[in-house]
């Protein structure tokens, strides 16, 4: 296998996200924060959590990611697929469930500040700055 050929698993992995989101006095805007290896513009995600519906743990993730808390849809926005590259393992492709997340409380502090960045903006530079496809037509589509 050629040295540039990423190597991947056949199951897909379920993640779940939050997109947080706010009216501010331009409109609708949009948290975006920084993963942590690559610094790329993502919405707060992880894996599903036992005794908690998938909801409920993008909320979590909000929180420990971005240092938000707020009101939760229930039902998912939409769904994206992204390729997850993983140290020393062969890369994964996840299938993500994404919820709205109207931000009612924005934290100083937070689990993972010191290791991402999170800013407003924008639903239409938020679509931009992603690298997904699925991901940006879900947040140019939100309306709040």
Request: net charge positive; proline share 3%.
């Amino acid at each position: 296998m050629a040295s540039d050929v990423i190597r991947t698993e056949r199951a897909e992995r379920r993640q779940v996200a939050a997109l947080p989101w706010r009216q501010g006095a331009e409109g609708l805007e949009v948290l975006l924060v920084t993963s942590r290896e690559t610094r790329r513009w993502v919405t707060p995600k992880g894996g599903r959590m036992p005794g908690l519906t998938d909801a409920e743990a993008a909320a979590v993730e909000a929180l420990e990611e971005a240092g938000v808390e707020g009101r939760l849809s229930d039902t998912p926005l939409g769904t994206f697929r992204y390729l997850k590259v993983l140290k020393r393992r062969a890369a994964r492709w996840c299938v993500v469930s994404v919820y709205a997340l109207e931000v009612t409380t924005v934290h100083a502090t937070w689990q993972e500040q010191g290791q991402r960045e999170r800013v407003w903006m924008s639903a239409e530079q938020a679509a931009a700055c992603v690298t997904e496809v699925d991901l940006a037509a879900i947040i140019r589509g939100f309306r709040g």
